[in-house]
Structures are given as C-alpha cells and as structure tokens.
C-alpha cells in the first residue's frame, strides 16, 4: 500500500506551536492549494488542507514561516474520528508532514530582526 502526499499551497495563518504532555512539539498548519483546472464558472478553486508538523520540523515551521508563505509539505494522510462535547462523533482527515520545504524567501519582519 502507498500513502503519500506532496503539496505545495500557501499558509492561511501563522503557524502556531505548542507541545504534547511529554513536550513533543506540534504545529498544525493549513494551506491553501490551488486546483489545477477551472470550475464551470471559469473560475479556479482552491482546497483548504489541514496537515500536523512535528518535532523540529514543527520549531523550524513555526520560526520561519508565516502567513502567506509558499511551502511544499511531503507526508500522509491520515484519518480520526473522536467525540465533541455535543457527543457527535466527528472525523478529521488531515495530512501527517513528514517535511516541509519553504519556497519563498524569508518574511520580512526576519529580515528586519536581523539588520
């Protein structure tokens, strides 16, 4: 069986860091990734993808990525399910990184920290 995944999108948001009981770290990112062809309106869509970096490659996402920023994630997909508060059972299929390449320059708010 395969399961392998290679996107390129641009970030919706920030990533943003935080770390397991046992101090794992983890970054949930999403990226906006354009359709290769037109809609019947001639317009191109664009799928929204829910991927979870982990562990330096979460630190080094966080630290050097931002809103806007264009990266290539390689991984999986992987699929849950858990119950809300509401006790609906609720399925989540998201996209495990295994890599995360940054394709656009630095922001420039890094730049300008380190001027």
């Known amino acids: 069986m395969i399961n ?3 996107l390129v999108g641009r970030l919706t948001k920030d990533p943003e ?5 046992d101090g794992a770290p983890v970054a949930n990112i999403t990226l ?12 191109i869509d664009t799928d929204f993808v829910n991927c979870t ?28 399910s858990y119950e809300n508060a509401e006790r609906v ?14 394709m656009s320059g630095k922001p420039r708010e890094l730049v300008e ?3």
């Open 17 to 21: 860091i935080r770390y397991t009981a």
């Open 53 to 80: 970096v982990w562990r330096r490659t979460a630190e080094n996402t966080a630290n050097y990525c931002r809103k806007g920023s264009i990266v290539g994630v390689t991984g999986r997909i992987q699929t849950r």
């Open 4 to 6: 392998q995944v290679i």
């Open 89 to 102: 059972r609720v399925y989540v299929t998201e996209v495990v990184a295994d890599s995360v390449r940054f």
């Open 113 to 115: 920290q380190e001027s």
């Open 32 to 43: 906006a990734v354009s359709r290769q062809f037109r809609n019947a309106a001639g317009e």
